[in-house]
């Protein structure tokens, strides 16, 4: 059974040269990106974000169960807020933050 790269062992392989040049970039990678070094704000924006999927998604549900609902205005007043969210994406809580944001 063959090795993953990962598991492979560089200096066996012959690709030593090549490894520890790739392993430096990676490194120098990881040290810039760093979590701890990230804004204080992080926290709390991640927070927020996830408020706004919940809310949305809470919505969303809301105008599809309303679409049921016995009473005809009701159904109709529902079906325009359906279209309206159909026409942005009824799945405007899985984007990325930036495309919500711009949604």
């Known amino acids: 059974m063959a090795k993953a790269a990962k598991d492979a062992d560089p200096v066996a392989s012959k690709f030593k ?3 520890d040049i ?11 990106i760093n979590r701890e070094k990230a804004s ?4 709390l924006i991640e ?18 169960s309303l ?3 016995p009473k005809l205005i009701k ?4 079906g325009i807020m359906d279209k ?9 809580a899985t984007q990325n933050l930036q495309a919500e944001t711009t949604i």
């Open 17 to 19: 040269t090549e490894y």
């Open 22 to 32: 790739v392993n430096a970039i990676l490194i120098r990678m990881l040290a810039a």
């Open 40 to 43: 204080a704000l992080t926290k």
């Open 47 to 64: 927070e927020l974000d996830y408020r706004r999927d919940t809310a949305i998604s809470g919505f969303v549900a809301w105008i599809k």
């Open 67 to 69: 679409l049921k609902y």
């Open 75 to 78: 159904r109709e007043q529902a």
């Open 84 to 92: 309206y969210l159909s026409n942005h994406g009824n799945s405007i």
